[in-house]
């Protein structure tokens, strides 16, 4: 027979607060991250802009309007940065929470 039990509270939290850990600041930096390319190439583009490239130079100025917009909101409520730190201070609370409390 197999012993099945039903889901514990404070492990469901654990998990969670671990799972939140873990992965909003990944993902707040992932986000950081993947706005440093295109801004990169429009300041390469701005800086090597020959006749002839008005499609590259197209293409950077979008990329890099849409990573600079991105950036400029990364402290706002449903900002990557605020996110990330929010989504963190969770786990951290989750996680602080499930610890056992020894009586004497």
Request: glycine share 14%.
């Amino acid at each position: 027979m197999s012993d099945v039990r039903g889901i514990d509270g404070r492990r469901l939290a654990m998990v969670t607060g671990l799972t939140l850990l873990l992965v909003s600041p990944a993902l707040a930096l992932g986000q950081w991250y993947s706005t440093r390319g295109p801004l990169q190439t429009l300041a390469w583009y701005e800086q090597h802009r020959a006749p002839g490239d008005s499609a590259g130079y197209a293409s950077a100025l979008y990329h890099g309007g849409h990573a600079q917009a991105t950036h400029a909101t990364r402290w706002s409520l449903t900002g990557y940065a605020t996110l990330g730190v929010a989504g963190t201070l969770v786990g951290l609370v989750l996680l602080l929470g499930t610890r056992q409390r020894r009586t004497a």
